[in-house]
């Protein structure tokens, strides 16, 4: 017995979604865990889950959404897993963007998980307020204000590193005059 209509469009739009839009899933899951199989497995789950489970999508309007949401509950998930190991063994670990600013991915791993996706989907995946509320399953103005103190804490993060730099570059400076 074959898959009823709507299932089947359910299953060719969630397998359209994915094909389309799997660099912009593998790019959001890389910048947490910043390894290419790690980031590849978390992907390949997620697109699983979501063809097993497409008939739980209740409007197909929502596929995209849906799907996002999958993807961050499977990053979510490595996450947890790998919470135990340090910032350093983590940039140990890394093969590409090595050319990425040092001071900005530590500055984005002090925020907790669901702020610093929020800072990823606005910045790195250009999405709206309203669309990032949806995958979220948030208010908007609880998106805003979260966005908004994250990059406030953004900032104080990378200012203080600043700081911290030009002092430690004027003082070794001082050391060989």
Request: hydrophobic fraction near 35%; glycine fraction near 2%.
């Amino acid at each position: 017995m074959g898959l009823l209509p709507w299932k089947k469009t359910k299953a060719k739009t969630v397998e359209r979604l994915l094909l389309t839009n799997y660099n912009q899933y593998y790019r959001l899951a890389y910048s947490y865990v910043r390894n290419d199989a790690d980031a590849g497995d978390i992907v390949q789950n997620a697109a699983y889950k979501a063809i097993k489970n497409c008939a739980g999508l209740k409007q197909e309007a929502y596929a995209a959404t849906w799907l996002y949401r999958i993807v961050i509950n499977e990053i979510f998930t490595f996450h947890k897993q790998q919470k135990h190991e340090s910032l350093d063994s983590a940039a140990e670990t890394q093969t590409e963007d090595s050319y990425e600013d040092i001071d900005l991915k530590r500055a984005l791993a002090s925020l907790d998980d669901e702020d610093r996706m929020i800072v990823e989907l606005k910045y790195f995946e250009n999405l709206k307020l309203d669309e990032i509320a949806g995958i979220l399953e948030l208010n908007v103005n609880t998106v805003k204000s979260r966005l908004y103190r994250s990059l406030k804490k953004l900032r104080l993060s990378l200012e203080e590193e600043w700081i911290y730099d030009d002092k430690h570059t004027h003082n070794t400076a001082e050391q060989f005059s």
